[in-house]
């Protein structure tokens, strides 16, 4: 593996590996397929990492949409926990955990990215002083996601959660 990309999913992450691996860049393994993808914290490896994140309640619409094993799926990765109780609460909390594990200290290998970012002209000239390679397919063409249904119970969780939700849609590095 060239370069380790996290995220907590629902952000545009596999869109980055794709462009990563067009630019002959390695980050599809078995390891990161089914570990270190949606990682809970950095987990050491000797190589650059990118850390995706977007906003938490667009995620876990986008996670959810996809159906119900990739919704099980993302919290057993993000947890480390193959027996984790399922929930959209859990599916939150651990996103929200991922993230203050990934930006709380500034790591030398990490680059650390919000998902819209992936659509701005500057994100280029950011991959490749981070990855020290010349890139090509960024920005990323932007399209409209599909709207997600929001029921009153998702509604209630991003209330009760508003704070955090907040805290990251306004980080910046």
């Known amino acids: 593996m060239d370069v380790c990309v996290v995220s907590h999913g ?13 630019n002959d860049l390695k980050c599809r393994t078995l390891i990161w ?4 993808c949606h990682y809970p914290c950095n987990p050491g490896i000797d190589i650059p990492v990118i850390y995706i994140y977007g906003n938490p309640t667009h995620a876990l619409l986008s ?7 990739l919704w099980k799926t993302n919290q057993r990765k993000l947890s480390q926990n193959k027996d ?10 651990l996103m929200l955990t991922q993230f203050n594990n990934w930006t709380r200290t500034k790591q030398e290998n990490v680059l650390v990215i919000n998902s819209k970012e992936l659509f701005q002209d500057t994100i280029l000239k ?5 990855l020290n390679k010349k890139l090509k397919g960024f920005p990323v063409r932007y399209i409209q996601p599909k ?3 929001i029921h009153p ?6 209330l009760k959660y508003k704070e ?9 590095v």
């Open 164 to 172: 955090y939700i907040d805290a990251i849609n306004n980080f910046s």
């Open 63 to 69: 996670v959810r949409n996809r159906g119900d094993e």
């Open 147 to 149: 709207l997600h249904t």
């Open 33 to 36: 397929e089914t570990m270190l």
């Open 153 to 158: 119970e998702d509604e209630i969780l991003f």
């Open 126 to 130: 950011k991959l490749e002083l981070f």
């Open 10 to 22: 629902g952000c545009c992450s596999n869109q980055l590996v794709d462009l990563l691996e067009e």
């Open 84 to 93: 984790t109780e399922y929930s959209d609460e859990n599916l939150l909390q």
